[in-house]
Nanobody, 119 residues
Framework: QVQLQESGPGLVKPSQTLSLTCTVS??????????WHWIRQSAGRGLEWIGA???????YYSPVLKSRTSASRDTSKNQFTLHLNSVTPEDTAVYFC???????????WGQGIQVTVSS
């Protein structure tokens, strides 16, 4: 059974950097053809794709968020991480990590983590 678990701060101040980590169990993040994604959901924008890290370490970002986003991974811990800098209250959302073959058909999701940007 593949499981994903998000971790990180629930509250971030405006202009700071939000860092979230997804810990994966039951599958390796280096398994061929799987991509590991970050998606967020807010009341105002619905589901929004943020970015992804591929099985071989390539990274992909939403054009809308690309200037503020970076991703990394730690294969020894089977984790992948999202960094979103210069956050504003508009970045308040529930953040999910998920797995897919490339960029569709998400099959496993974390439970989500509520992140609030507020001073």
């Amino acid at each position: 059974q593949v499981q994903l678990q998000e971790s990180g701060p629930g509250l971030v101040k405006p202009s700071q950097t939000l860092s979230l980590t997804c810990t994966v169990s039951g599958a390796s993040i280096t398994t061929s053809h799987y991509y590991w994604h970050w998606i967020r959901q807010s009341a105002g924008r619905g589901l929004e794709w943020i970015g992804a890290t591929s099985y071989n370490g390539d990274t992909y970002y939403s054009p809308v968020l690309k200037s503020r986003t970076s991703a990394s991974r730690d294969t020894s811990k089977n984790q992948f991480t999202l960094h979103l800098n210069s956050v504003t209250p508009e970045d308040t959302a529930v953040y999910f990590c998920t797995r897919a073959r490339a960029f569709s058909d998400y099959d496993y999701w974390g439970q989500g983590i509520q992140v609030t940007v507020s001073s």
